[in-house]
C-alpha cells in the first residue's frame, strides 16, 4: 500500500499519513503520545512572540515519569492559528495575512486582546520539543487553542477502543487504509463478507485507473470510516461505508454517521491529567456504540437499502455532461482544480448518467494528497448524484 508521511516544520513527532497501513498509524500515535502537552492557561499566561504562542507561568507538574515542563515557545500549526482567531475574535483571514506579511502586527494584535481578559482561561494542546533535532531548546509545536471544557479524546485512545468494538461486533473486517492530518484521524474499514450486487448502479463504468469493466465486477462491499479529531475540528464519528470494488471508490453515507462530541465540563488550570476512571467510561462508551454501529453498518440489509437508493438516481442520462458538472460542483462549493479532475475522471469512467458524476467525485477524492480534502470530497459524492439526476 502507498504511504506517505509527513513531518511539521518542528520536527517534534511524526504528525502525518496517508494510506498508511494500520500498524504504521498505531507507531505515529503512540510516538506523538509520548510529547504531547495539554495544559489549561490563563490568557495571562499566554502571549504571542515572534508569531509563536510563549507560555509563561504555568506550573510544572511531577509525575510517576518526571517533572513536566509547560513554559516555553510553541510554534503554531494551521489549526492552531485557527483556534486563535476564533477565541479571540480576530478574523481568520487577517490574522493569515499577518503571518504572512506583517509578524510583530501579529504579534501586537494576539497580545493585546488576550490581554483584555486576563482571567480568562484555554486549553492548549501542545507537543513539547525537548531532546528534538533542529528545534530550539524547549521549542515545540502548538497544535490548538481550545476551549477549557474541550473533552479530551485522542486519537489512540479512541482507535484502540473502536476496534475492540468492531471485534465485540462479531464480523470479519479489514482495515484498508488510514490517513493521519493535523486536524482529523481516518481509518477505512472493510467487510468483503458483505458484499451484493449493484449491477444498474455499475451498469456502463469502468476503472479510471485501470479500465477494469463494472459490468464484469458489479460488487459493492460495506464498509465504514472511523474518525476524530484531537484539536477541536469536529467530533469523534463512525460513518458508514460502501465500497465498490472494481475502482475501490467509497461513498460515504454522511447522513447516517454516528458521533460523540468533544464536550466536558470546565477544568483546572495546569497539566490535563483526566483520572482513569473516567477515561475508562468515555472509552467503554465508545467501544459500545461502535459494536453498535459496525453491526448495522455492515448488516445486507442496510447495504442493499442504500443502493436501492442511490440506483433510483444514478440511472439518469445526463444530455450536458459538461453543463451539469459544472453545475454540481457550484452548487456544492467544489473548486476549479477538482472540478477540472472531477470531469476528466467522468470521462474515463464512460458512464454518462448522474452515477457517473457521483463515481467521478469518488475516483478524484483518491487521487487527492490532502487527507481532509479527500474526505470532504467523497463525501459529496452522494449529493453530487443527487444535484447530477436533478439538473439532468
Given at each position: 500500500?502507498?504511504?506517505?508521511?509527513?513531518?511539521?516544520?518542528?520536527?517534534?513527532?511524526?504528525?502525518?499519513?496517508?494510506?498508511?497501513?494500520?500498524?504504521?498509524?498505531?507507531?505515529?500515535?503512540?510516538?506523538?503520545?509520548?510529547?504531547?502537552?495539554?495544559?489549561?492557561?490563563?490568557?495571562?499566561?499566554?502571549?504571542?512572540?515572534?508569531?509563536?504562542?510563549?507560555?509563561?507561568?504555568?506550573?510544572?507538574?511531577?509525575?510517576?515519569?518526571?517533572?513536566?515542563?509547560?513554559?516555553?515557545?510553541?510554534?503554531?500549526?494551521a489549526v492552531a492559528d485557527e483556534g486563535i482567531a476564533d477565541k479571540l475574535r480576530i478574523p481568520l483571514a487577517y490574522l493569515r495575512r499577518m503571518r504572512a506579511e506583517n509578524v510583530p502586527l501579529l504579534d501586537d494584535n494576539v497580545n493585546s486582546w488576550l490581554r483584555e481578559e486576563p482571567g480568562r482561561r484555554f486549553m492548549l494542546r501542545a507537543f513539547r520539543g525537548d531532546d528534538t533535532p533542529g528545534a530550539a531548546p524547549g521549542e515545540g509545536v502548538a497544535r490548538a487553542l481550545l476551549s477549557d471544557s474541550y473533552k479530551l479524546m485522542d486519537n489512540l485512545d479512541m482507535l484502540l477502543a473502536a476496534l475492540d468494538g468492531v471485534q465485540q461486533s462479531g464480523h470479519p473486517t479489514r482495515v484498508t487504509g488510514c490517513d493521519l492530518t493535523d486536524r482529523r484521524m481516518y481509518v477505512r474499514v472493510e467487510s468483503e463478507a458483505v458484499a451484493i450486487q449493484a449491477c444498474n448502479l455499475l451498469r456502463g463504468y469502468r476503472?479510471?485507473?485501470?479500465?477494469?469493466?463494472?459490468?464484469?465486477?458489479?460488487?459493492?462491499?460495506?464498509?465504514?470510516?472511523?474518525?476524530?479529531?484531537?484539536?477541536?475540528?469536529?467530533?469523534?464519528?463512525?460513518?458508514?461505508?460502501?465500497?465498490?470494488?472494481?475502482?475501490?471508490?467509497?461513498?460515504?453515507?454522511?447522513?447516517?454517521?454516528?458521533?460523540?462530541?468533544?464536550?466536558?465540563g470546565k477544568q483546572d488550570e495546569g497539566v490535563v491529567s483526566w483520572s482513569g476512571q473516567t477515561q475508562r467510561k468515555t472509552l467503554e462508551l465508545i467501544t459500545s456504540k461502535t459494536s453498535d454501529a459496525v453491526r448495522t453498518f455492515l448488516s445486507r440489509e442496510y447495504v442493499e437499502a442504500k443502493?436501492?437508493?442511490?440506483?433510483?438516481?444514478?440511472?439518469?442520462?445526463?444530455?450536458?455532461?459538461?453543463?451539469?458538472?459544472?453545475?454540481?460542483?457550484?452548487?456544492?462549493?467544489?473548486?476549479?482544480?477538482?472540478?477540472?479532475?472531477?470531469?476528466?475522471?467522468?470521462?474515463?469512467?464512460?458512464?454518462?448518467?448522474?452515477?457517473?458524476?457521483?463515481?467521478?467525485?469518488?475516483?478524484?477524492?483518491?487521487?487527492?494528497?490532502?487527507?481532509?480534502?479527500?474526505?470532504?470530497?467523497?463525501?459529496?459524492?452522494?449529493?453530487?448524484?443527487?444535484?447530477?439526476a436533478a439538473h439532468g
Open positions: 500500500m502507498t504511504q506517505q508521511f509527513a513531518e511539521r516544520a518542528v520536527n517534534v513527532a511524526p504528525t502525518g499519513a496517508r494510506n498508511a497501513d494500520l500498524s504504521d498509524l498505531v507507531r505515529i500515535l503512540e510516538d506523538g503520545q509520548h510529547r504531547k502537552l495539554d495544559v489549561i492557561a490563563p490568557a495571562s499566561a499566554l502571549r504571542m512572540r515572534g508569531g509563536n504562542v510563549q507560555v509563561e507561568g504555568v506550573e510544572s507538574q511531577l509525575t510517576a515519569t518526571g517533572v513536566t515542563q509547560v513554559d516555553g515557545i510553541y510554534r503554531p500549526t476503472s479510471p485507473f485501470d479500465g477494469r469493466s463494472g459490468d464484469e465486477l458489479p460488487m459493492i462491499s460495506a464498509g465504514f470510516v472511523i474518525s476524530n479529531s484531537e484539536v477541536g475540528s469536529g467530533a469523534y464519528t463512525i460513518t458508514p461505508r460502501a465500497v465498490i470494488q472494481v475502482c475501490r471508490n467509497g461513498l460515504t453515507m454522511a447522513k447516517d454517521v454516528m458521533r460523540a462530541v468533544h464536550l466536558g443502493v436501492h437508493e442511490l440506483e433510483a438516481a444514478a440511472g439518469k442520462p445526463l444530455e450536458e455532461p459538461t453543463k451539469t458538472i459544472e453545475h454540481v460542483t457550484k452548487s456544492l462549493s467544489i473548486g476549479t482544480e477538482a472540478k477540472d479532475m472531477i470531469l476528466a475522471h467522468f470521462i474515463r469512467g464512460g458512464q454518462m448518467t448522474a452515477g457517473g458524476v457521483m463515481q467521478a467525485v469518488t475516483s478524484t477524492a483518491q487521487t487527492l494528497t490532502d487527507a481532509d480534502q479527500a474526505a470532504a470530497l467523497e463525501a459529496l459524492a452522494v449529493p453530487a448524484l443527487a444535484a447530477a
